[in-house]
């Protein structure tokens, strides 16, 4: 892991989003943790650092690089059937123990994550935006690890990616802060966030603030961010009635327009006490959001009409979906096709 470290350590720039502070010491903004870092110190994301005064972050590399669709982010009502360039560097602000990406989340924490340095690949923002051209990808994403800890990097990318033509979105647990979202909105499209529970105890566990998350979803969706919304249904960790029924209402306090995706969980990494979540808890889960006045509601693993989109107004199928395949879309310019009313997303 000291090897891997290293060489993350070579490919760093100095950072925008920081706060000189007394002795040599910094302060990060990336993350809400807002970290003191001394001289020597790394923040609680491991890949942040201070050398003599001077923030490091990462910059220049990606661990994983993928082209697939947009709905697989997930994104429901972003440019629906077009393909994302994903992208994903090393590291994360938070240390869930049901992470489905730890192996590149958790691999400056965890040596089980036994990353080989052969994942790493060097490129540059010119090259991460030609990629995208090359294979027809409408939008750029930063995904996989916590994007928020890389923002420098990924603000380079997407400042070229917009200039070609491209959308830019995150993929985040959502512990951002201020500074960190005015910085992006500029570039950024839309907003990807998972609220992991109503807990504050359990987000504690997580390593992260309820509140902080919260505070994100409002902040983005003020920003004029598109913003969707997941939820990983736990069995036993946040899958009670009402405890659902405070995530739907939590994002129906910023707006009923957000869409939210329950999603199921399988057991892996350290959560191995856990089953998978039953259908018919998503089903449940889908059902609580609708009845608490969200107008786009999606479980996520569940084939058929819980995949599809509808209307809010006279529940006409706009969208159908099979999985990550736009089987039908009769959205047209933004409205439904029967009644003419506006579905809210960013359709093109």
């Known amino acids: 892991m000291n090897r891997l470290s290293d060489a993350l350590d070579a490919m760093t720039v100095p950072a925008s989003l920081v706060e000189p502070l007394e002795g040599g010491a910094v302060r990060c903004l990336a993350c809400a943790h807002r970290c003191r870092i001394p001289a020597g110190g790394r923040g609680v994301c491991q890949v942040r650092f201070n050398r003599a005064g001077e923030l490091r972050v990462p910059w220049g590399y990606v661990a994983g690089l993928q082209s697939d669709p947009v709905e697989k982010k997930p994104f429901n009502h972003l440019l629906p059937g077009s393909d994302a360039l994903t992208f994903g560097m090393l590291g994360c602000d938070f240390h869930c123990d049901f992470c489905q990406n730890w192996i590149s989340s958790q691999a400056l924490r965890d040596p089980a994550a036994g990353l080989d340095l052969a ?13 995208a051209l090359r294979v027809g990808a409408k939008l750029i994403v930063s995904s996989y690890n916590e994007p928020l800890i890389t ?24 512990n951002a802060t201020p500074e960190a979202l005015q910085a992006l909105r500029p570039y950024l499209t839309a907003y990807k966030i998972d609220l992991k529970c109503m807990n504050t105890a359990h987000y504690r566990q997580l390593g992260g603030s309820l509140q902080h998350i919260l505070d994100t979803i409002d902040l983005a969706y003020q920003l004029g961010l598109w913003v969707e919304v997941v939820t990983l249904v736990i069995p036993g960790f946040n899958d009670s009635v009402d405890e659902l029924y405070d995530a739907a209402l939590a994002i129906r306090a910023v707006s009923p327009n957000i869409p939210w995706h329950v999603t199921a969980f399988h057991p892996d990494y350290k959560k191995q006490d856990a089953p998978p979540t039953p259908a018919a808890t998503l089903q449940l889960a889908a059902e609580i959001g609708q009845e608490a006045g969200l107008k786009y ?38 409205h439904c096709s029967k009644c003419n009313a506006q579905l809210a997303g960013v359709w093109k």
Not at 299 to 317: D, F, H, M, Y
């Open 119 to 131: 994942y790493i690949r060097r490129i540059t923002p010119e090259q991460m935006v030609a990629a």
């Open 151 to 174: 923002t420098e990097w990924a603000l380079d990318i997407f400042k070229l990616a917009k200039e070609s033509g491209l959308r830019c979105a995150y993929v985040s647990n959502g």
């Open 297 to 334: 509601v999606y479980a996520g693993n569940i084939p058929g009409e819980s995949e599809n989109t509808l209307c809010p107004v006279c529940k006409e199928e706009q969208i159908e979906r099979l999985g990550y395949r736009i089987m039908r879309n009769s959205v047209i310019d933004g």
